[in-house]
């Protein structure tokens, strides 16, 4: 999916600088209906999934018109993969989500999906309580939407998992609609989680030095991430902070395990602190450029300017220490450039995807490259 084998190498080092793990993946969706065009059937999700070894939980996309019989098809694709697949369902709070939610449990749901920008409701409604209520009766994890396109919504997270303690709740894409302050109380809430299905380094950076690592999920958002650009965009940061090899096998996927089985998830300690992450003031400036680059592509405009000017920073010389990385850099934005910039967002993310992985790269001067 989008040209992610190119980023196998530098996926595949990253990994191998991790202690041994078996990366278990928060939010993936699939679904051929969302408004925004992009699709992923079930075997272009265990495709995607293939390369990393992956196993993944997995929710329906948007649709439109309505969430029973794409929840049965999650439901089958999960039970048919042989473990791979977790299913969660996914409901619009003003379509009898209750009845749904029992429905799909019954026939082996094991968690919920919530959207609040695509269904367009707000956590304060009466009916969002009663969903929350039965995730605590049953001790399911609920995956909220908390990226882009809504307000902040992380006071009602909090009060809802200080009343319905049995209730897991998991805050999608770096929490970035409240993670400006959330990081100060979240450790005061177990039973709420993280995911890291964003493409930011800096949002990726503040998670790891400021949420504890045992309430940190790894998460790539298939159809929009895939793992390779995820080990390389989260857990490069996860490193960079210095995580311990328990911290980064719970993040990689095991506490995810205990979240699904409905087990209790453990403490691995505090937010390791900002004072941990070192920024180089060199490859700060490439990591700009790279970011600005992406920000034009995603908008649809062209970046090639942006592109040069960080081809340009990456320019440090031989000996230089952050050379070997400079390099690296160098690699993926060459390689950006030979991936058209098409008319539509989908056509963009092979690009795109480059230059996440460069400005991760970037971002985390002291992991290694080779």
């Known amino acids: 999916m989008y040209a992610d084998d190119l980023l196998t190498p530098w996926s595949e080092q990253t990994l191998a600088l991790l202690p041994p793990v078996t990366l278990f993946d928060a939010h993936t969706h699939i679904g051929v209906n969302d408004p925004d065009g992009f699709r992923c059937t079930t075997d272009d999700l265990l495709e995607t999934l293939a390369p990393t070894g992956s196993r993944a939980v997995v929710f329906p996309m948007h649709e439109p018109d309505g969430y029973s ?25 003003r379509a009898d989500p209750v009845s749904e939610i029992r429905r799909c449990i019954a026939a082996g749901a094991r968690g919920i999906k919530l959207h609040p920008r695509a269904e367009l409701f707000d956590l304060d409604e009466p009916v969002v309580r009663d969903i929350i209520a039965l995730a605590d ?34 805050l999608a894409h770096c929490a970035v609609c409240d993670l400006a302050w959330i990081w100060q109380r979240i450790h005061e809430y177990p039973n709420v989680f993280i995911d890291t299905a964003w493409f930011s380094a800096a949002d990726q950076l503040a998670v790891y030095s400021q949420i504890p690592p045992g309430q940190i999920l790894f998460a790539t958002d298939i159809p929009f991430g895939t793992p390779q650009l995820t080990v390389i965009a989260s857990l490069r940061p996860a490193l960079q902070a210095g995580l311990t090899p328990a911290q980064l096998e719970s993040v990689a996927g095991a506490q995810l395990e205990r979240i699904v089985a ?16 070192r920024r180089d003031p060199l490859l700060a400036r490439v990591e700009y450029f790279t970011e600005a680059a992406f920000g034009i592509a995603i908008g649809g405009g062209d970046n090639a300017e942006m592109i040069d000017l960080a081809r ?41 995807h480059l230059l996440v992985s460069a400005a991760a790269i970037a971002a985390t001067p002291d992991v290694p490259v080779a």
């Open 137 to 170: 009766e049953e001790r399911l994890p609920i995956l909220i939407h908390a990226g882009r396109g809504i307000p902040a919504l992380g006071a009602h997270v909090l009060e809802f998992a200080a009343t319905f303690p049995r209730a897991r709740f998991i």
């Open 262 to 277: 409905r087990a209790e998830t453990p403490d691995l300690g505090p937010a390791v602190g900002a004072g941990r992450i």
């Open 69 to 93: 019989p794409a929840n049965d098809h999650v439901l089958e694709a999960a039970a048919a993969s042989g473990d791979r697949l977790v299913a969660f369902c996914r409901v619009n709070p």
């Open 312 to 352: 340009l920073a990456t320019l440090v010389g031989d000996d230089a220490p952050q050379a070997p990385l400079c390099d690296a850099i160098r690699e993926l934005l060459a390689l950006a450039l030979t991936m058209p910039l098409g008319e539509s967002l989908t056509e963009r993310f092979a690009h795109i």
